[in-house]
Nanobody, 125 residues
Framework: QVQLVESGGGLAQPGGSLILSCEVSGSANVFDDMAWFRQAPGKDREAVSCISPSDGDTYYADSVKGRATISLDGGTTLWLNMDRLEVEDTAVYYC???????????????????WGQGTQVSVSL
């Protein structure tokens, strides 16, 4: 069983920056594909970014492309660096993992098996 714990969420202002982290423990495989999703009130959960250590591939949603960077530190900590924050970035952010097969070709919630509890990000003046 994989345990995921997000941290780093909070209140930020438009144009600012924020760094989210996800601690991975338990039976996690260092070669598992890992991703960030977010969900705003009344909306579906959507992919933000994905990294595939086995394939060496990354994915970024159009809404955050050029503003976000995903990275994995030693297979135990997943990071999401967000710059030039927008009000539309307000959501609960989740980290998730799935078996390494497939890479980041199809980053949808149904493909991911383990999830963190989520961390709230609020972008407002």
């Amino acid at each position: 069983q994989v345990q995921l714990v997000e941290s780093g969420g909070g209140l930020a202002q438009p144009g600012g920056s924020l760094i989210l982290s996800c601690e991975v423990s338990g039976s996690a495989n260092v070669f598992d594909d890992m991703a960030w999703f977010r969900q705003a009130p009344g909306k579906d959960r959507e992919a933000v970014s994905c990294i595939s250590p086995s394939d060496g591939d990354t994915y970024y949603a159009d809404s955050v492309k050029g503003r976000a960077t995903i990275s994995l530190d030693g297979g135990t900590t997943l990071w999401l660096n967000m710059d030039r924050l927008e009000v539309e970035d307000t959501a609960v952010y989740y980290c998730a993992t799935k078996p390494r097969w497939g890479g980041c070709t199809e980053v949808v919630p149904s493909n991911f098996e383990s999830w963190g509890q989520g961390t709230q990000v609020s972008v407002s003046l």
